[in-house]
């Protein structure tokens, strides 16, 4: 029996035989004694740490029913744990953005506070350069506030009256040349009153 052993042995816990020399009968004494000390190490290591996992045969290679739900409930509690985290983050981010306010609402708070002399309104280039951009596009500035930006046009001085008529010019151009669209009357129409007004 120890002859069959000696290379199933070596199969498992490769190398061992090595040390032996060249006469086959030292080579088996020499690796009979550490074969059977090594593989059992080897084994639950590989069992345990998963580091060795070439000694076991492949059949102690599967999880057992019980040891594969201990693995799925642990990962599923991983799962959870990183999930909460994430909404807890997420959480405290969506408590911020209603906090700030889009550019279009500070910019028609500046023109209503503007309008309305209030004693707290300072000139705010950031605001004025949006408005400008802006004032042709009923979206953004709707038709209630469009008098009052015209208004506000008019105290305009400077570069910044030059750019504003330099820009309604080049846009009014633009839609000259272009193909009439059903949406652009109102646009087309703010251009004008701009022209007019600054003109």
Same mark, same amino acid.
């Given at each position: 029996?120890?002859? &069959? +052993?000696?290379? $199933?042995?070596?199969? /498992? ?11 086959? $009968? ?31 045969? *492949?059949?102690?290679?599967? !999880?057992?029913?019980?040891? /594969?739900?201990?693995?799925?409930? =642990? !990962?599923?509690?991983?799962? =959870?744990?990183?999930?909460?985290? &994430? @909404?807890?983050?997420?959480? #405290? ?10 550019? +279009?609402?500070? +910019? @028609? ?6 309008? /309305? ?5 300072? %000139?705010?280039?950031? &605001?004025?350069?949006?408005? #400008? @951009?802006?004032?042709? *596009? ?7 506030? %469009?008098?009052?930006? @015209? ?15 330099? =820009?309604?010019?080049? !846009?009014?151009?633009?839609? *000259?040349?272009?193909?009439? *669209? ?13 022209? /007019?007004?600054?003109?």
């Amino acid at each position: 029996g120890s002859s &069959r +052993a000696g290379p $199933a042995g070596h199969a /498992q816990c490769g190398g061992a035989a090595a040390a032996g020399g060249g006469d086959p $009968a030292v080579r088996t004494a020499a690796a009979s004694v550490p074969r059977r000390r090594t593989c059992p190490r080897d084994l639950t290591t590989g069992a345990e740490g998963g580091a060795v996992l070439r000694p076991v045969p *492949d059949a102690e290679l599967e !999880l057992s029913p019980e040891e /594969q739900r201990v693995l799925e409930r =642990k !990962l599923k509690k991983e799962r =959870k744990k990183e999930e909460r985290q &994430r @909404l807890r983050e997420a959480g #405290l981010a969506a408590q911020h953005p209603p906090a700030r306010r889009s550019g +279009a609402e500070l +910019a @028609l708070d500046y023109l209503c506070a503007w309008a /309305q002399k209030h004693k707290n309104w300072r %000139f705010q280039k950031t &605001r004025q350069t949006w408005l #400008l @951009l802006h004032m042709y *596009d009923r979206d953004k500035v709707p038709d209630e506030h %469009f008098s009052t930006m @015209l208004a506000y046009l008019e105290g305009l001085q400077g570069r910044a009256r030059e750019l504003t008529v330099q =820009k309604a010019e080049a !846009l009014m151009r633009e839609l *000259d040349e272009e193909d009439p *669209d059903p949406l652009l009357p109102g646009r087309v129409q703010r251009i004008r009153q701009v022209l /007019q007004l600054l003109s």
